[in-house]
């Protein structure tokens, strides 16, 4: 028996929709949402019946009959902290992105549109993978300052999904295997799947600057900064996420006008791209310690994970810990419909959501 499954992926100026036959792909499609459009709603929950209507009438132009579908899943969005893997879309799941999310994102729209197109074709709709899936251990959630525990931040369903696929290529159970996996994107973060559980991460705030986010700073250097009455409090905030990074030092994102002023012989530039390498090494390594070093492969993935430069630089300083795989891509759609795909065929059980 196959399994056709229909994914939904909301950002913030797109939706994107994947229809998968059991692990084959049939199509993905990145429906765009200009900013004339979206900044006539006041604010993310407002958009649903719009973003909704066109995947709708999108499906309707493909000639899909969502009656064929055998699930409908959803990038989870911002629910107050849940586990791993799979959870039903129930009636509290909508009230609470909808009318209670622990922050506005463009996530909170993917579980209502999935629920009302599995309500109509008579099928079950599942988030998977929630971006505020937190497994973290008591003992990682010491910070040093009681008022600020640590939570749990970082790319957690495509990095997920490749730390699975990594332990599959290996012949081996995802439950049984120690694996780190840094997901290399706009954003850095790394995580450590200690026998299926992500107990511990390095997030975007905590280590490696990226190609538009600052990392790990100096605190005490940051407090005079922000003190210093040059800045306000939104600047500070751009300058920790939008504008640092890459961006600060090269006045780009982009990793590949990078390694054309490399090629090109800026000194600085691969100074700057290398440390960016070097810090995600560190990383890793700190990572390693939370399993005393027993670590049974290193997973490299994310959009910039296709540099061969960059994740030359981090595999010759880390690969003395373990076996260095790269899965370049954010590969998130296919993280999507490969654990709904595991639900359906009795692999996975989905948690119901409850408060």
Known sequence: MSYKILAINPGSTSTKISLYEDERELFTKKLEHPLELIDK???????????????????????????????????????????????????????????????????????PIAYDIAREAGIPSYIYDCVMADELTDMARISGMPELPRTSASHVLNTRAMAI??????????????????????????????????????????????????????????INLCYSGKYDKKTMQRKLRGNGGLRAYLNTIDAREVEEMISEGSQEAKLVYEAMAYQIAKGIGELATVADGNIDVIVLTGGIAYSAMLTGWISKRVNFIAPVEILAGENEMEALAFGALRVLKGEEAAREYTE
């Open 165 to 222: 696929k990594a332990a599959k290529e290996s012949g081996r159970k995802y439950e049984d295997m120690n694996i780190i996996v840094a997901h290399l994107g706009g954003g850095i973060s790394i995580n450590i799947h200690e026998n299926g559980r992500i107990t511990d991460l390095v997030s975007d705030d905590e280590g490696p600057f990226s190609p538009e986010r600052a990392g790990r700073v100096p605190c005490r250097e940051l």
């Open 41 to 111: 709603f006041d604010n993310v929950e407002d958009q649903l019946h719009m973003r909704k209507e066109l995947v709708v009438e999108f499906l309707k132009e493909q000639d899909i009959d969502i009656r064929n579908l055998s699930a409908v899943v959803a990038r989870g969005g911002m629910l107050p902290p849940v586990k791993t893997g799979a959870y039903t879309i129930n009636d509290l799941m909508i009230d609470r992105v909808t009318k209670r999310p622990v922050m506005e994102h463009a996530s909170n729209l993917a579980a």
